[in-house]
């Protein structure tokens, strides 16, 4: 959606010639493509993991971390790769987008017209808060370090989390 406000803002007169539905189909496959895999590994490494003792997850949904603290075994390993695909699907993703939104920003502040400027803010604004508070979400309840009060805290995160991705309460 960055992708497509900086293509409207930015590059008005070519918009049908980049945002083409080739494209489209791209960015859609490359992203269910990465997100399928994404989970499938994590899913894979977790189900191998021998459990034992207490079955009951102590969080609101069955989120990764929350599973990896019911296995018997040392799960630092499991906790890097959910670290590394973080950055990966995450930090970067947030990234890009800042960046596409920096170049709108900059764009919307040439327009000559209050009320062009108005519009566009408007309809950028509101993506955006949308795209910050999903991703501060994600980012609080998997690139946070661990602490004493990490576990009320994550509970607290993950009632807001669902709210911006439903795909994550199964």
């Not at 269910?32 to 009951?56: A, D």
């Not at 906790?79 to 170049?103: N, R, T």
Request: charged share 10%; glycine share 4%; hydrophobic share 45%.
């Amino acid at each position: 959606m960055a992708y497509d406000h900086y293509a409207t803002v930015c590059q008005p007169l070519r918009y049908t010639e980049i945002m083409s539905h080739h494209l489209c189909l791209q960015m859609v496959a490359t992203t269910l493509f990465c997100g399928f895999s994404n989970s499938t590994v994590h899913t894979i490494l977790m189900l191998r993991l021998p459990w034992c003792g207490q079955n009951q997850i102590d969080h609101l949904f069955c989120e990764v971390p929350a599973l990896l603290k019911l296995a018997c075994v040392d799960t630092s390993a499991n906790m890097a790769k959910i670290f590394a695909s973080s950055v990966i699907f995450l930090l970067v993703p947030l990234g890009l987008i800042l960046v596409s939104y920096s170049y709108i920003g900059t764009a919307v502040l040439r327009i000559r017209s209050a009320e062009g400027r108005f519009k566009d803010f408007n309809t950028c604004t509101s993506h955006l808060a949308v795209v910050l508070l999903f991703y501060g979400m994600g980012i609080s309840m998997y690139l946070q370090p661990p602490s004493s009060d990490s576990q009320d805290r994550d509970k607290m995160v993950s009632l807001f989390y669902p709210m911006l991705n439903p795909s994550s309460t199964h």
